[in-house]
């Protein structure tokens, strides 16, 4: 016997009513159920019941955590104007739920109040330079403050961040000019540190260079000295004297001087006396010369020595 038109329309319509009070809650969200426009439960993520027509969902909160981006603008303590951004990671507390969907209407915009109060109250202490120095003390104040107010609305404060400080763009190219002038200084310092080195090394190297050039003119004039003497000595063997010996040698050096110098067709060549007895007159006046100066010299220190007596 089939069922009257009117039955199955009822049982179609109860049907219905029955599916609408089954729904899901998604993962990371809670649902808040009210029965008759008051507060009935909270349901977690999965397959839910209620009462149909009695209850129903009055919003839904998500549990992930979620990130609200506050820009500021604010003093330093050098009247320097700085723009901030700073980051707020917050979530709803799962044990808090109520408080958080009853109590606050819109947390975004209580966040960014206590926010913009924290960073005008800690960066007008700081110089322009502290603030990018403790940025972090500022992070830390701004989680802190946002903590102690929002816990009472059912939000938990995960990480405060200041992600930008960006001062008025004329600061900006002082600071680099700053920057740059101080890097000349210490490259100029480099720089005249190395010349110093240079310098001291290239003084070092001359001095050696002199002192190894002394010691090959003494050695030179040793050997030169040595070979005379050996010479005076051969000579005197064969009957010769040193006085006849060493005018010989002056006359011999004499002539090879001139060969040398006559070998080279860009010097520039004087001729000295080179009659024969050329070699024994300039031994002669040489001999007398150191004479004359010895007995200039003894004469002198008898002269100091009767001007302390006389004083005495």
């Known amino acids: ?24 809650v ?13 507060f009935n439960s909270i349901r977690q993520s999965g397959l839910q019941f209620k009462i149909p027509v009695f209850d129903r969902i009055s ?13 500021v603008e604010t003093k330093t303590k050098d009247d320097v104007f700085v723009r901030m951004k700073v980051s707020v ?7 808090k739920i109520f408080d958080a969907f009853y109590k606050l209407e819109n947390p975004q915009d209580q966040i960014t109040s ?8 800690e960066v007008p202490k700081m110089k322009l330079d502290e603030v990018f120095e403790r940025k972090d003390d500022i992070a830390v104040a701004t989680k802190r403050e946002l903590e ?21 763009n004329e600061v900006k190219i002082a600071m680099n000019r700053i920057n740059a002038a101080e890097r000349e200084k210490v490259a100029a310092e480099y720089e005249a540190e190395a010349d110093r080195i240079r310098i001291v090394a290239k003084a070092k190297a001359e001095a050696e260079s002199k002192r190894l050039q002394g010691q090959g003119i003494a050695d030179q004039r040793r050997e030169i000295a040595r070979g005379l003497e050996d010479s005076v000595e051969v000579l005197n063997k064969v009957g010769i004297n040193s006085t006849e010996a060493s005018a ?9 001087t001139l060969q040398s110098m006559g070998e080279n067709s860009n010097s520039n060549l004087v001729l000295m006396p080179n009659a024969p007895s050329a070699g024994s007159e300039m031994l002669n006046q040489m001999v007398s010369a150191f004479s004359t100066s010895h007995l200039i010299g003894e004469e002198m220190k008898k002269s100091r020595g009767g001007d302390k007596s006389d004083k005495s």
């Not at 919003?59 to 820009?71: F, M």
């Not at 010989?248 to 090879?256: A, N």
Request: hydrophobic share 50%.
């Open 89 to 95: 990671q917050y979530l709803v507390l799962k044990d």
């Open 248 to 256: 010989l040698i002056v006359v011999t050096q004499h002539y090879d």
């Open 148 to 168: 102690d107010a929002m816990n009472t609305y059912g939000y938990g404060i995960v990480k405060a961040l200041v992600t930008d400080i960006d001062p008025d």
């Open 59 to 71: 919003g839904k909160v998500s549990l992930k955590i979620q990130q609200l981006d506050v820009n």
């Open 1 to 24: 016997m089939p069922f009257p038109p009117i039955i199955a329309i009822i049982a179609f319509f109860l049907i219905i009513i029955l599916l609408s009070g089954i729904f899901t």
């Open 114 to 121: 206590y926010v913009f109060d924290v960073i005008r109250a």
């Open 26 to 38: 998604r993962q990371q969200t809670a649902a808040v159920v009210e029965r008759f426009g008051r």
